[in-house]
C-alpha cells in the first residue's frame, strides 16, 4: 500500500510540474502571438488582373518580415478616391495605400501622409530612378515612393516611312524634324496622316515643357498664357490646320490608336501600355523618344505606395511600401506580369522586357525618364483640367485663337486657385 501510495503521489507531483510549465510559458507564447502586426494595403490598380501577384510580392515580403502580415483591400479606380477620402475622414485609413501623382500632391499637403525619407537608406533610395523619386517628395520630404511607371514615346509605321523614303525617328529629333516627316509622310490620296497627338489638357502641358514653358512660375504665379506655351499651342494646332494630323471631325469616334493599326497616321504619340495592343500589327513598327524643341520633356504616369500619417504601425507600414517599391525579386514580378513597370535603375531586372519585339527599341522607355515631366497640380485639379480642356476644343474648332484660349485659362486657374 505504501507503494502504491508512493505512486499516486509521483502523478499527482507529476501533473502539477507540467500544469506549471504551461502556466509559466503561456505568457510567452501569447507575447509571441502578439508581436505580429497586421497592416492593410489598399490599391486600385491591382484588382481585378494582378491581385495574384500581388499576392507573390506580399509571400516575398512576410518571408523576409515575419513578424508582420499584409492585408490587401481593393476598389475600383471609379470608386478609389471617394472610398479613401471617406475613411481618412472617418478616421479608418488603411496604413499604407496607393496614390497616383495628382492626387499624391493633394494628400502630401493636407498632412495625412508619414515622412518617409527615414524609411529609406543611401542604397535603397539608389535603385530608384531619382526623377520618379523626387516626383513622391513635396517641399524636399519623401512622402511617398514610386511603385510603378509607364510613360509616352513615338510610335512609328516603319512600312510608311521605308515608301516615303523618310529616315526613322532618332533620339536627337526636333519638333521641326517631326513635322517635316509628317508632311512628306501624309497622303490624301491613301486617307493617311502624317502624325496624331491629341490635342488636350495632358498632351499641352507636355508639350509647352518641351518648350520650356510651365503652367506656373516658381513663385506660384500662373505662366499658361506666357509667349513659350503660345507657341507650343501654336505647334499642336498647325498639325491639325496643315492637314498632318486627323481633326475631331476626320476621326469621327474612331480611337486614334486603331486608326494607326490600320496604317493609317504614321507618328502616334501614346503610351506604352499600347504594346500588347499592336503586337501583332500587319506591318512593321518602332519607338523612339518623343521629340522636343528646346528641351526634351516626356509624360511621366506613376503611382505611389504611401503610409498614413494615423497609422499605429508606421514601423512596419514604412517597411512594406519600400519592400514593395524597391525591392529586386518584388520588381520581377511586376515586369514579367507587365503590370506596368517598377521604377528601378537596375537593368538586369529588364533583360527579358527589353529582349521583347516589337518594339525593337525598347531602351526608348527608360530613356525618356531622363526628362519626366509631371502633371501641373492645384487643389482643384479636375476643375482646372476640365478649365484648360474647355479653351483648348475652342481652339481645335476654330473659335479662339492659342492665346486668346490660354489667356482665358489662366483667369480660370486663378479663380480656382483663390476659391
Not at 125 to 135: G, I
Not at 139 to 147: E, K, N, S, V
Not at 264 to 274: D, E, N, Q, R
Amino acid at each position: 500500500m505504501k507503494h502504491l501510495a508512493h505512486r499516486r503521489a509521483s502523478r499527482v507531483l507529476g501533473t502539477l510540474i507540467i500544469l506549471t510549465l504551461i502556466l509559466a510559458t503561456a505568457p510567452f507564447q501569447r507575447t509571441a502571438a502578439q508581436d505580429k502586426v497586421t497592416i492593410t494595403y489598399f490599391t486600385f490598380s491591382a484588382a481585378p488582373d494582378h491581385t495574384a501577384d500581388l499576392d507573390k510580392m506580399i509571400d516575398l515580403f512576410e518571408a523576409a518580415n515575419p513578424g508582420i502580415e499584409v492585408k490587401v483591400e481593393t476598389a475600383a479606380y471609379a470608386d478609389y478616391f471617394t472610398e479613401l477620402q471617406t475613411r481618412i475622414a472617418g478616421g479608418d485609413s488603411p496604413d499604407t495605400f496607393e496614390l497616383n501623382f495628382e492626387n499624391f500632391v493633394t494628400y502630401a499637403s493636407k498632412g495625412t501622409l508619414l515622412d518617409l525619407t527615414s524609411a529609406i537608406d543611401a542604397d535603397t533610395a539608389a535603385r530608384y530612378y531619382p526623377e520618379a523619386l523626387k516626383a513622391f517628395q513635396l517641399d524636399g520630404t519623401q512622402y511617398g515612393l514610386p511603385a510603378s511607371f509607364s510613360d509616352v514615346v513615338l510610335f512609328y509605321n516603319k512600312d510608311l516611312f521605308d515608301a516615303a523614303g523618310v529616315a526613322y525617328p532618332t533620339s536627337d529629333w526636333t519638333w521641326a524634324d517631326e513635322q517635316a516627316a509628317a508632311e512628306k509622310l501624309t497622303n490624301k490620296d491613301e486617307d493617311v496622316w502624317g502624325e496624331y497627338a491629341p490635342i488636350s489638357f495632358h498632351e499641352f502641358y507636355k508639350t509647352a515643357a518641351q518648350n520650356g514653358c510651365g503652367f506656373f512660375g516658381e513663385d506660384g504665379s500662373v505662366t499658361i498664357n506666357q509667349p513659350k506655351c503660345v507657341e507650343a499651342l501654336q505647334y499642336m494646332v498647325d498639325a491639325q490646320d496643315k492637314g498632318f494630323q486627323p481633326s475631331d471631325a476626320d476621326l469621327a469616334g474612331v480611337p486614334n490608336e486603331d486608326l494607326f493599326k490600320q496604317g493609317k497616321i504614321a507618328m502616334l504619340t501614346s503610351g506604352i501600355w499600347m504594346f500588347s495592343g499592336f503586337q501583332d500589327l500587319p506591318f512593321n513598327w518602332d519607338i523612339a523618344v518623343e521629340p522636343g524643341n528646346t528641351q526634351k520633356a516626356s509624360h511621366f504616369f506613376s503611382n505611389a505606395a504611401v503610409v498614413s500619417k494615423e497609422t499605429k504601425q508606421a514601423e512596419a507600414a514604412a517597411k512594406w511600401v519600400a519592400f514593395f517599391t524597391s525591392d529586386p525579386e518584388a520588381a520581377k514580378v511586376r515586369v514579367a506580369a507587365s503590370w506596368e513597370l517598377p521604377a528601378l535603375q537596375d537593368q538586369a531586372l529588364f533583360q527579358d522586357y527589353l529582349a521583347q519585339t516589337p518594339p525593337d527599341n525598347r531602351e526608348a522607355v527608360f530613356e525618356s525618364l531622363d526628362a519626366i515631366v509631371t502633371p501641373p497640380v492645384i487643389e482643384k485639379q479636375q476643375q482646372m483640367q476640365d478649365a484648360v480642356t474647355a479653351v483648348l476644343d475652342q481652339v481645335k474648332a476654330g473659335d479662339m485663337t492659342p492665346q486668346e484660349a490660354l489667356d482665358q485659362a489662366k483667369t480660370d486657374i486663378e479663380a480656382l486657385i483663390a476659391s
